[in-house]
Every structure is written in C-alpha cells, then in structure tokens.
C-alpha cells in the first residue's frame, strides 16, 4: 500500500514539473528508507525515475537501499552518534564501539564499501556532521551536507604549508575493495530479514525521522491555508 502511495506520489510530481518544462533527469525524489519505501524507489528507478533514500540509520537499510538501486543513498552521523551516547542496547552500534569506531563515522565507511565494492550505482551521502574532524575523516565519500559553521571553521583553519596537500582520503573504491563481509550482510535483504537487522537505533530514529517529515508537512497545508487562494485584488 505504501510503496503504491509513493509511485503515485512521485508520479504526480513529475506530471507537475513537465508542465514548468523541468526535465526528469534533473530531478531527485527524496523517500524514507522503510521498507515500503525502498521498494518504491525499486520500483521508479526501474522506470528511470531517480530516488533519494534518507533516513537510513543501520548497515542493514544501506545494503537493502543499495541492492534496490537507490540514486542516492543518506546516513546521518551524527544522529547515530547521538543516540549512541545516550541510549545503549544496540548491537550494530555496540560492536562499532568495541572496534573502536564512531558509529556514526563507521556506519558510513562500511555503507561506501559495500556499495563500492559490489558495484551498486547508489551514492552514498554524508549528513548531519558535526565538525571538520567529520568531514576529514569522511575524505572520499560521493556527497556531503555540511552546515556552514562547519564550512567556515575550514575557511578559519591556518594549516602549514607542508601541511596543505597532506590530507589523506579515507574511502576509495581500493579501499572497499579489501572489506569482508560476513555471509549475513551478503543477503539479499526483504521486509522479514530487514527487519530482524534493525536495531533499536534506527528504528527510533526512523520512526522521529517520519513524525517530523508529517509534522512539517502539517505545518506547510496551514501556511498555504492562510494564503491560498489569494485574495481579490
């Protein structure tokens, strides 16, 4: 029922950007990363229909996104983090923390490589950094929303100049080349098994992730409320 809601969605919204000339390929559809909305973006790209998959907060989403042939594929950082210093009971983010990772940072690396190395077309997208450090140790990732503190804080730094180019990238398409995955995180994903490898954190922050995409839009009908239709002039 969902995934039919949002090709009916989109569909809709392409019919209204063709009538302002704005070709489909310029466009990117942006959807939940549930289940029901990674086989929507299935679905539309298999028409050609190129999707935006976010709020993906577990390993498990990122593969399943990926083998679903999402354009673009977003994870938060620093929400992951957040959650992981204030929540615990997790397994995904547990046993980042055992290795010693940022589970936010880690989640991303280990996205990028699979993605890479089993040549899914998906992007992956960095969101939600809280620093430069962030960003310095996401070098290489296809795309990143930094906010602009963090942009300025770059313009603000003084670097030496033998330390100017030194900067190395972390995530190459080498890289991924050599990261083994267990057997588990080799399956073809469907709504039972994604479902069974989402923890805790990501179903929480999924979940707050769609109350505030309804909230927004609840708050977006009242303002074209007070002004639509206009008045007569």
Known sequence: MLKAYWDMQVHDLLKLYNEIDVPPERLLF???STWQ??????LLESEGIQTHLTFVYSFAQAAAAAQAGASVIQIFVGRVRDWAR???GDPEIEAAIQRGEDPGLGLVTKAYNYIHKYGHKSKLMAAAVRNKQDLFSLLGVDYVIAPLKILQSLKESVTAPDEKYSYVRRLSPQSAANHNFTAEELTKWDQLSL???MGPASMQLLAAGLEGYVNQANRVEEL????WPPPNV
Do not use: M, Q
């Open 86 to 88: 204030n929540h615990s």
């Open 30 to 32: 942006k959807i939940p």
């Open 224 to 227: 074209l409320d007070k002004i």
């Open 195 to 197: 479902a069974s490898a």
């Open 37 to 42: 909305g990674i086989e929507a973006s299935r």
